[in-house]
């Protein structure tokens, strides 16, 4: 049984910084590259970024470049979404995401399995 477990949400203030960690098991880790995703209240889930299955290339919405960094240890079958100067639009719930198939995709539906969020919430 795939199961993906999101850790590390939590109510920061603005510019604060968080770092997420995604912990997989059930499946061939190295082998699926890894996304992230939010959704804040009543917004659809949209992308945040995307890993490479070795880790060597990364994909980020045009709205957290430059503030989040997306990486994985495959060792430690988990990946992680570090988070900097946090701002209030930032809150929601953040989902990790596997997918099997090669090459970048930011589309819900291309993602096999998915975790059941962590919450993140900024005051501002």
């Known amino acids: 049984q795939v199961q993906l477990v999101e850790s590390g949400g939590g109510l920061v203030q603005a510019g604060g910084s968080l770092r997420l960690s995604c912990a997989a098991s059930?499946?061939?880790?190295?082998?699926?590259?890894m996304g992230w995703f939010r959704q804040a209240p009543g917004k659809e889930r949209e992308f945040v970024a995307w890993?490479?299955?070795?880790?060597?290339?990364?994909y980020y919405a045009d709205s957290v470049k430059g503030r989040f960094a997306i990486s994985r240890d495959n060792a430690k079958n988990t990946v992680y979404l570090q988070i900097n100067t946090l701002k209030p639009e930032d809150t929601a719930v953040y989902y990790c995401?596997?997918?099997?198939?090669?090459?970048?995709?930011?589309?819900?539906?291309?993602?096999?399995?998915w975790g059941q969020g962590t919450q993140v919430t900024v005051s501002s």
């Open positions: 995401a596997a997918r099997l198939r090669l090459g970048f995709s930011s589309i819900i539906n291309d993602y096999d399995y």
């Open positions: 059930g499946l061939t880790f190295s082998g699926y590259a």
């Open positions: 890993i490479s299955r070795r880790g060597g290339d990364t």
